[in-house]
């Protein structure tokens, strides 16, 4: 059974740190985070591409947010500092094909295998 686990969300204030971890079963060699806030649509926030390390952020997240991977312990981080209140969100991590470009885009529709998601509350 593909499983996807997230953890480490919580509530920080405003400028402050969370890292959330992500342990799978299942690797198609792109690994993803995305969230999705209160009344929106889901969006990409990050993705690695677990073979060769290259990452890639959505402009909102950039400097802020860090992705890796540990392949030895099937597990993908996103360390998340300068917390803002519109990083508030359940945030979830998932798997894509690799299509080439040097890196693992943030198209949903390519992703699968999604975890139960973890939330993640900053407030100002």
């Known amino acids: 059974q593909v499983q996807r686990v997230e953890s480490g969300g919580g509530s920080v204030q405003a400028g402050g740190s969370l890292s959330l971890s992500c342990r799978y079963t299942?690797?198609?060699?792109?690994l993803g985070w995305f969230r999705q806030a209160p009344g929106k649509e889901r969006e990409g926030v990050a993705s690695?591409?677990?073979?060769?390390?290259?990452?890639f952020y959505a402009d909102s997240v950039k400097g802020r947010f860090t992705i890796s991977h540990d392949t030895a312990k099937s597990t993908v981080y996103l360390q998340m500092n300068n917390l803002k209140s519109e990083d508030t969100a359940i945030y979830y991590c998932?798997?894509?094909?690799?299509?080439?470009?040097?890196?693992?885009?943030?198209?949903?529709?390519?992703?699968?295998?999604w975890g139960q998601g973890t939330q993640v509350t900053v407030s100002s």
């Open positions: 299942w690797n198609n060699n792109c």
């Open positions: 998932a798997t894509a094909y690799y299509k080439g470009g040097g890196h693992c885009y943030l198209d949903q529709s390519d992703y699968a295998y």
């Open positions: 690695i591409y677990s073979r060769r390390g290259s990452t």
